[in-house]
């Protein structure tokens, strides 16, 4: 459920740049709002290469309010947006936990590199057809018990 608090200020940052949009300070169209997107992003780059942590909050800040902009140009709403994206993330980290919890392995113990081999596989499996299972498998062959796992979790979860 999202919080109203965090809904609040989601459509707090939007409510800002649409009143300064009704007065003419907007971008003509959402070319401009990407580009200022990695304009942000770059200087959160630059902050944290200094390490200025104090200014990469800052930017960071900045970053999340062009982000939300961009949902206005696309007219959607920032909370459900970033709901839908929580349940997703839910959905496929599920997935990869239950992956290794299938070999046998904790999650802790597993190197980088195969947390996201079944991170790419969850993305490709997580409310799965037999097509993507199969797409998963032919991605990576060395990993064939994906497309099984994916099966147990789908029965499991009821997806």
Do not use: Y
């Given at each position: 459920?999202?919080?109203?608090?965090?809904?609040?200020?989601?459509?707090?940052?939007?409510?800002?740049?649409?009143?300064?949009?009704?007065?003419?300070?907007?971008?003509p169209s959402i070319d401009g709002v990407?580009?200022?997107?990695?304009?942000?992003?770059?200087?959160?780059?630059?902050?944290?290469?200094a390490q200025d942590n104090a200014h990469?909050?800052?930017?960071?800040?900045?970053?999340?309010?062009?982000?939300?902009?961009?949902?206005?140009?696309?007219?959607?709403?920032?909370?459900?947006?970033?709901?839908?994206?929580?349940?997703?993330?839910?959905?496929?980290?599920?997935?990869?936990?239950?992956?290794?919890?299938?070999?046998?392995?904790?999650?802790?113990?597993?190197?980088?590199?195969?947390?996201?081999?079944?991170?790419?596989?969850?993305?490709?499996?997580?409310?799965?057809?037999?097509?993507?299972?199969?797409?998963?498998?032919?991605k990576r062959p060395t990993e064939s018990?994906?497309?099984?796992?994916?099966?147990?979790?789908?029965?499991?979860?009821?997806?």
């Amino acid at each position: 459920m999202i919080d109203a608090k965090d809904s609040d200020v989601l459509q707090s940052a939007w409510r800002i740049q649409d009143d300064a949009a009704q007065l003419g300070f907007d971008w003509p169209s959402i070319d401009g709002v990407l580009d200022k997107i990695q304009e942000e992003l770059e200087e959160v780059r630059e902050a944290l290469a200094a390490q200025d942590n104090a200014h990469a909050q800052l930017e960071l800040g900045d970053l999340l309010f062009s982000i939300i902009n961009a949902a206005r140009f696309l007219k959607v709403d920032p909370a459900e947006m970033l709901h839908a994206t929580n349940e997703k993330f839910i959905q496929r980290f599920s997935w990869v936990k239950s992956h290794f919890r299938q070999q046998g392995r904790a999650i802790e113990n597993c190197s980088l590199d195969e947390l996201e081999a079944a991170w790419q596989c969850a993305k490709t499996v997580s409310g799965s057809t037999e097509d993507k299972i199969s797409s998963c498998d032919q991605k990576r062959p060395t990993e064939s018990h994906c497309g099984t796992l994916s099966q147990d979790f789908d029965a499991k979860s009821g997806v």
